[in-house]
């Protein structure tokens, strides 16, 4: 499979007012015929959102490494969940080093709604990096070790 970078090029019609709002969806087809949608809020404003706050990000352990002996690592497993939200302009993304973020709930690109997401790995692999970044590009990073939790 190929990463291709696109732009899109939108336009709002001349009487939409200040402080609207829409859904874009995108779709793209692998050469396998597997589709990908993806939906983004436009916001269309006659004013710059001054934001300069990073998003807010949680996490809690639903399951640790905690009493778990390195030679044991491979029998045991951890989760964590992971909340991120930005009230001001909206989240952009939320993503994770190694990578592997599932969302329940999936979410719309730039909402200000609280957006939740699951990891979950062998506690041979502990640690992760969760990342936030907001529609200002604000962007709002933790480590965290399933040992140290």
Known sequence: MQTATVTVVTRAPSMVTADYRDL???TATSSGRKRIK????MYVTNSIT???EEPRLTYRYTSDCTNVLLGDCRDRTWTIEVT???VDSGLLQL???PKGLYFPNDYRTGTKEPVVAVYGASCCQPKIQITAVDLMNNRKTFTTDAYCK
């Open 84 to 86: 991120a939200q930005d």
């Open 38 to 41: 993806k939906t983004a809020q």
């Open 95 to 97: 993503t994770s080093i």
């Open 24 to 26: 874009i969806t995108f």
């Open 50 to 52: 001054a934001d300069n």
